[in-house]
């Protein structure tokens, strides 16, 4: 069976920082391009990160580039999602997701919120 779990969502303060884990399960992990989005209240999901199988290059949203780090470990197959310098607009249901051709698998989601 197919999982994607996050985890290490919660409130945090502007200018903190957030790392958010996606543990999953039940296919070839290291074989797969791996994805971050997110999805703020009344507005659509947002793809901000990708991290390909190998090499394991990588590509960011321009809102997040510099602020936030998209890491895979394959051992432990989990993808990892480091936020730094986060901002009130990054409040949103962050979701991973793992595709290859035919397969396009999506977790749950965390709540993150960025407030004072």
């Known amino acids: 069976q197919v999982q994607l779990v996050e985890s290490g969502g919660g409130l945090v303060q502007p200018g903190g920082s957030l790392t958010l884990s996606c543990a999953a399960s039940g296919f070839s992990f290291s074989n797969y391009i791996l994805r971050w989005f997110r999805q703020a209240p009344g507005k659509e999901r947002e793809f901000i990160a990708r991290?390909?199988?190998?090499?394991?290059?990588?590509w960011y949203l321009d809102s997040v580039k510099g602020r936030f780090t998209i890491s895979r470990d394959n051992a432990k197959n989990t993808l990892y999602l480091q936020m730094n310098s986060l901002k009130p607009e990054d409040t949103a249901v962050y979701y991973c997701n793992a595709w290859t051709w035919g397969d396009d698998y999506w977790g749950q989601g965390t709540q993150v919120t960025v407030s004072s």
């Open positions: 991290i390909e199988s190998t090499p394991g290059s990588t």
